[in-house]
């Protein structure tokens, strides 16, 4: 296998602020990253698609200036949930293919509770 | 776009029995099929994937069988353990071999009673 970690696995913020979610792919490179959030006992939702040296990709409904995404390098993508509103807790998960395949690597998850 | 569907929504079994969690998919453009094992607060585990050149595929307790004339695959667990207690989810996505994106079904709660 291969492994993603995520950092940090829980955080708690007051309304209105900003919290930046870091996922790292440890021991391979990853040029695509994806982003999830999940709510309790619900499937995993498709946020964006992060492409390393270029724009993030979102999906529909998801507000682009609200959760911005940043591929610096082959191991490191981050979402910065902005302007944070109770609404916006949630489990965000990241997860990384293993370049030339399909097979996905998520992260432990990021537990964000916003106040 | 593709829609997976899942069922069982949930699941128990007595321990040492077999557990069969079943996906249906749309998108005849798929190919390739993995299983993801999340535990309680923890991300998502791949625990096996199938590709649409092949029929079944096993590893230890683990199967996975694809129809895919009928758009189905099925995960199948053997001699289940208390610790195969989980949610579990199929996914959906075409095969490039660059990373596409997953389509996830709507998970299965198996519970693994003693």
């Known amino acids: 296998g291969a492994v993603v970690s995520q950092h940090p696995s829980r955080v708690i913020c007051k309304s209105g602020t900003s919290v930046k979610i870091e996922c790292r792919s440890l021991?391979?490179?990853?040029?695509?990253m994806f982003w999830y959030r999940q709510f309790p006992k619900q499937s995993l939702m498709l946020m964006a698609t992060s492409n390393e040296g270029s724009k993030a990709t979102y999906e529909q409904g998801v507000e682009k200036d609200k959760f911005l995404i940043n591929h610096a390098s082959l191991t490191l993508s981050t979402l910065t949930v902005t302007s944070a509103h109770p609404e916006d807790s949630s489990f965000y998960i990241c997860s990384a293919p293993k370049t030339g395949t399909d097979e996905q690597y998520f992260g432990p998850g990021t537990r964000l509770t916003v106040t | 776009g593709e829609n997976v569907e899942q069922h069982p929504s949930t699941l128990s079994v007595q321990e040492g029995d077999s557990a069969v969690i079943k996906c249906t998919y749309s998108d005849s453009a798929s190919n390739y099929f993995p299983w993801y094992k999340q535990e309680l607060g923890k991300g998502p585990q791949l625990i096996i994937d199938?590709?649409?050149?092949?029929g079944e595929k096993k590893d230890q307790r683990i199967a996975v069988t694809l129809n895919k004339t009928a758009k189905h695959f099925s995960l199948h667990i053997t001699e289940t353990q208390p610790e195969d207690s989980a949610v579990y989810f199929c996914a959906a996505s075409p095969y490039t071999g660059g990373g596409n994106k997953l389509t996830f079904g709507t998970g299965t709660q198996l519970k693994v009673e003693l």
């Open positions: 021991d391979f490179q990853a040029t695509t």
């Open positions: 199938i590709r649409s050149n092949v």
